[in-house]
């Protein structure tokens, strides 16, 4: 037991590494600053720590505690009333589907990390939910106004549609990458 927290709080460490990844290749990706696309590339580096943590604890609580590692960060830089849920409830989700497949079946754990990979999702839904509440928390974070101006990314049809592909697409990948990084690595690690 001792030995299945420690390694979820590594794994919880490593995925929170791959937001940082995430949101560097985001910016190179779109240099406006906005976050826009770090949730598509945090799925695709994360989705070997995800997989690979999915087969050495298999055990309900290991996902959720890395959703709720995500929450937590954005709950402590402020991120706006709210950008904290998608940590916990993507994480509490796809806790429960691979869970139903009891962390073996393949098909569910790579559904789960579908589902985990809107955990990142909480500060674009927050700017597309509540725009003027989003704007106020980035000035009281210290933000211009020409920084803010420059990051609003609007919540039309096609944005939507573009930001949700663009996380499945990563996700898609990601998972495919770390279900084959996970049969190699799950015994050595």
């Known amino acids: 037991m001792k030995k299945s927290i420690l390694t979820t709080l590594l794994f919880a460490i490593l995925y929170f590494l791959c937001m940082g990844i995430g949101v560097l290749l985001g910016n190179l990706f779109d240099q406006t600053g906005n976050m826009f696309y770090a949730p598509a590339f945090t799925a695709l580096v994360g989705g070997s720590v995800y997989m690979i943590l999915v087969a050495k604890v298999p055990r309900f609580g290991a996902i959720t505690t890395i959703g709720l590692v995500i929450a937590l960060f954005f709950l402590g830089t402020k991120h706006g009333a709210g950008a904290f849920l998608p940590g916990i409830i993507c994480g509490l989700l796809a806790d429960a589907v691979a869970n ?3 962390y073996k079946d393949q098909t569910k754990n790579f559904l789960s990390f579908l589902i985990f990979a809107f955990s990142t999702s909480g500060p674009i839904l927050l700017m597309w ?3 003027k509440a989003y704007m106020a928390t980035l000035l009281a974070r210290g933000k ?3 920084y803010i101006d420059r990051i609003m990314v609007a919540p039309n049809p096609g944005t939507i549609l573009l930001f949700v592909a663009s996380v499945v697409i990563g996700a898609l990948l990601g998972a495919l990458i770390g279900q084959a990084l996970s049969k190699k690595f799950a015994q050595k690690i």
């Open 129 to 131: 939910i509540t725009p």
């Open 100 to 102: 139903l497949g009891k």
């Open 144 to 146: 211009s106004q020409e």
